[in-house]
């Protein structure tokens, strides 16, 4: 909620400094994401060390395709789009927020780099390496604190989850 409260304070002291150079989504965006990011570095330099709320992980999932699917295979796919989740935990931060950026929140590169004041070429590499990162987090296999009896699920040659 503080950090919240500082993003719209910013945005409402700042808005008249808005050169439209991109667009307001993304400007807002990235004075969010500085925001966080120092609320996050003074959180770690008091407590030393990084603490992720899972909870907004938790609750990021991914809309299942066929509403009116087989309940069994639905849970199926909300296990398998829950231990992605996991994986994607498992990342480091700078390859978890390409990730999330662009493949969850659907954000393009272009507006990814402008966010992160890095280049596009930047982004693309950097999304390929998180990637790859995190197909070799799920091939591996890992387990879920209370979830280990519950199941795996592996990446077949062609780099799908099964």
């Known amino acids: ?28 965006y990235r004075l969010g994401s500085n925001v ?40 199926e796919v909300k296990y398998k789009q829950y231990l992605v989740q996991q994986a994607i935990l498992k990342l480091p931060e700078n390859q978890r927020i390409l990730l999330v950026l662009h493949d969850i929140e659907g954000i393009s ?23 790859v990162a995190l197909r070799n987090i799920i091939s591996k296999g890992f387990s879920v604190k209370g979830m280990e009896g519950v199941g795996t699920f592996s990446v077949n040659s062609s780099g799908h989850l099964r």
């Open 1 to 28: 909620m503080d950090a919240l409260q500082e993003i719209l304070y910013q945005v409402n002291r700042s808005m008249p400094n808005f050169k439209e150079k991109s667009s307001l989504y993304t400007w807002v």
């Open 36 to 75: 966080c990011f120092n609320f996050r570095k003074k959180r770690n330099q008091t407590a030393n060390q990084v603490e992720w709320d899972e909870s907004l992980y938790h609750s990021m999932m991914l809309p299942i395709e066929q509403p009116n699917e087989d309940p069994d295979r639905m849970c």
């Open 109 to 131: 590169s272009s507006e990814i780099a402008q966010i992160l004041n890095i280049t596009i070429n930047a982004v693309k590499s950097r999304l390929h390496r998180s990637r």
